[in-house]
Structures are given as C-alpha cells and as structure tokens.
C-alpha cells in the first residue's frame, strides 16, 4: 500500500481543499463582485411591493381593509348575479 506518506498528503489534501474554498469564496468583496450584480439581474427590486406589518396595530388595520375588499367584491358579484336570472334569454321554447 501507501504507507504514512500517503496518508500524510492525503490528510493535507483533505484539510486543504475546504480551507481554500472557505477563504477565497467567503471572501466579501468576491461575494460583491460575482454574486450581487448575478442576484440583481436574475431578482430586480421590486418596488411595489407591499410592506409587511410588524405590530398588531397594523396587522389588524391590514386585515380590515382585506376583509372591506373581500365583501365589496362579494357584493359586486351578488349585485351581477342578481341582475341575471337563469331562463331568461328571451326564447320561448
């Protein structure tokens, strides 16, 4: 076999390699370099996003207003229904 000298490179191989790759790919200025203007094409900022609330003020005020939307929608919808009767297309069969 190898004997202690295989064994000796092969540990420094071992320890070596994911050192290296830690130190020069945890590097902050390759991070800027390589990988922000990548994110930033592949995921553009988003401005009309909608902002998340965080206290419970503006949660409930948030789900108020989605509850109104939701109604106002069911209203609207109720109020086209109703306006349309089913049978009623004018044919006389």
Known sequence: MGGPNLEIFKFAVYTFFPVAALLYYGDPEWY???VLP?????????????????????????????RAEKMARKMERERAEGGEQPGSSGKMV
């Open 32 to 34: 800027n370099r390589h």
């Open 38 to 66: 990548y994110k930033e094409k592949m995921f553009p900022e988003d401005k009309g996003s909608p902002n998340i609330p965080t206290d419970q003020g503006s949660v409930r005020e948030e789900l108020a207003r989605i």
